[in-house]
């Protein structure tokens, strides 16, 4: 088994994650992953209008949902860069979230009554 990465001239590398027999520099599988974040939070944006709560709540499955389909190393890198925007891929963070969406959305529909 060989490794999954590598340090040469001083950048580390990483096994490709779609083609491993090829290795990619850490910091560009990082802007990778930083386009896929920024993806899904203008996909997230869609039909949520100003409602940031729910926002949130949709963003974090998303992020989730797309880190479980990862494999290690990968699914950390992943969520090392989700959490340098302060999003926190875990339990505590998603069902903080959606507690926060439930308990805002009675004073949403009283407020437009």
Do not use: W
């Not at 599988?29 to 709540?57: D, H, M, W």
């Amino acid at each position: 088994m060989q490794a999954t990465t590598q340090v040469f001239a001083g950048h580390v590398f990483v096994r490709h994650p779609k083609t491993p027999a090829a290795y990619i520099r850490l910091d560009a599988l990082e802007r990778i992953y930083n386009q896929q974040i920024s993806t899904f939070c203008s996909e997230a944006q869609i039909g949520c209008g100003p409602r940031i709560k729910r926002y949130r709540v949709k963003l974090l499955r998303s992020l989730r949902l797309h880190a479980l389909s990862l494999q290690f190393p990968y699914a950390e890198i992943f969520k090392r860069c989700a959490a340098r925007r302060s999003l926190l891929l875990d339990d505590l963070t998603l069902a903080r979230a959606q507690r926060a969406c439930v308990t805002a959305e009675p004073a949403n529909r009283k407020a437009t009554a």
